[in-house]
């Protein structure tokens, strides 16, 4: 685990509002040197603490509508073909234009983020990708309604 001192988390807090800052600016808003900021930014990036720069998308390109869908991968006769069977649900699944996340939990179950202009095109997506999918035992879908922390992510995960 890395230790990161009051500095290094308040650069870090700056540069998550606005990666667009400069050194100047940082510099400016903690009360520190240019030189100090620009070393430790520098040590941040060796350390790989800061992996790379990104951008977030605004709300007119974010999806309006989102869901949390849970898929379990019905166990074939060879179990040894349980994890094939979910790698390709995981693989078919991020090909998928409104599929914003797609993760594993266990050895059968699929954890996918979803996200489309408005609730029917939403469910028609769910409909049409995703229950058709072979080899599913069971498929639940959680429309997220209220988003406390982290509502930038979709932002973040929208491929244009």
Do not use: C, W
Not at 28 to 33: D, K, T
Not at 56 to 85: C, H, M, N, S
Request: proline share 4%.
């Amino acid at each position: 685990m890395i230790q990161l001192d009051d500095l290094d988390r308040a650069i870090l807090r700056l540069l998550k509002k606005d990666a667009r800052l400069t050194i100047s600016e940082i510099a400016e808003a903690l009360n520190r040197p240019e030189s100090t900021v620009h070393f430790r930014i520098k040590k941040l990036i060796e350390r790989g603490v800061i992996d790379h720069y990104t951008i977030l998308l605004g709300p007119e390109l974010r999806p309006k509508r989102t869901a949390l869908v849970i898929l379990q991968v019905e166990t074939p006769i060879i179990e040894d073909f349980l994890e094939r069977y979910v790698n390709h649900i995981m693989k078919t699944l991020s090909m998928l234009p409104n599929v914003l996340l797609v993760a594993k939990s266990g050895r059968d179950t699929v954890i996918a983020l979803l996200g489309d202009e408005n609730e029917e095109k939403l469910n028609a997506f769910i409909d049409e990708n995703i229950r058709t999918l072979p080899t599913l035992k069971s498929v639940n879908v959680y429309p997220v309604d209220d988003v406390k922390k982290g509502e930038e992510l979709v932002g973040f995960l929208v491929e244009v």
